[in-house]
C-alpha cells in the first residue's frame, strides 16, 4: 500500500470512500463538493493522508494542525475521519494512514494528536487503542445547532 497526502484529483475517490463511512456525506452530487477541497488544499495546517492500493484509495484520515500559545507553544492535532474500504478492512491499512498522519503531526511538533469516535462498537474501540490511542486521557463534549 502506499500513503501520501491527497491532492485536488483525489477528491472524487475520497467521496466515494466516505460512503464506507456515512452514506450520507455521498448523497449530493460531486461539485458541492469541489470549493470546499479548494480551500482544505489552500491550508497548510488541514491534511487528508489515503492509503492506495494501485490505484484505488482503500483508506483515509484527515488531520487538522492547531496553532498554539500554550504548552511553550508546540501545535496540537485533531485526527477526524477514519475510514476504511469495508471490503479491506482487518488488514492494517486503517492503522498504517493513522500512523502517517501522526508521524506528520510529530514532525510538525505537536505535543498531542487527538481523535474522536461516535462508534461504540468495542472493535472500533480496541482498533483506535491498538493504533496507541487512549480513551482514557479527556472526556470530549460536543454541541451541536
Not at 489515503?50 to 508546540?74: K, M, Q, Y
Not at 494512514?97 to 462498537?121: F, N, P
Request: aromatic share 12%.
Amino acid at each position: 500500500m502506499e500513503i501520501r497526502s491527497l491532492h485536488k484529483g483525489d477528491l472524487h475517490a475520497l467521496l466515494s470512500l466516505y460512503s464506507h463511512l456515512h452514506q450520507e456525506t455521498c448523497d449530493r452530487h460531486f461539485n458541492i463538493y469541489d470549493s470546499i477541497w479548494d480551500e482544505i488544499l489552500s491550508t497548510n495546517n488541514i491534511l487528508y493522508f489515503g492509503g492506495f492500493i494501485g490505484e484505488l484509495l482503500v483508506s483515509s484520515c484527515h488531520l487538522v494542525i492547531v496553532p498554539n500559545l500554550t504548552r511553550n507553544c508546540h501545535p496540537y492535532a485533531f485526527i477526524e475521519n477514519v475510514v476504511t474500504h469495508s471490503e479491506y478492512r482487518n488488514k492494517g491499512y486503517g492503522k498504517a494512514v493513522l500512523k502517517a498522519a501522526t508521524d506528520h503531526a510529530w514532525k510538525m511538533d505537536c505535543y498531542k494528536v487527538m481523535l474522536m469516535t461516535g462508534r461504540k462498537d468495542e472493535r472500533v474501540l480496541a482498533f483506535y487503542q491498538s493504533a496507541g490511542f487512549s480513551g482514557n486521557e479527556k472526556q470530549a463534549f460536543i454541541a451541536k445547532p
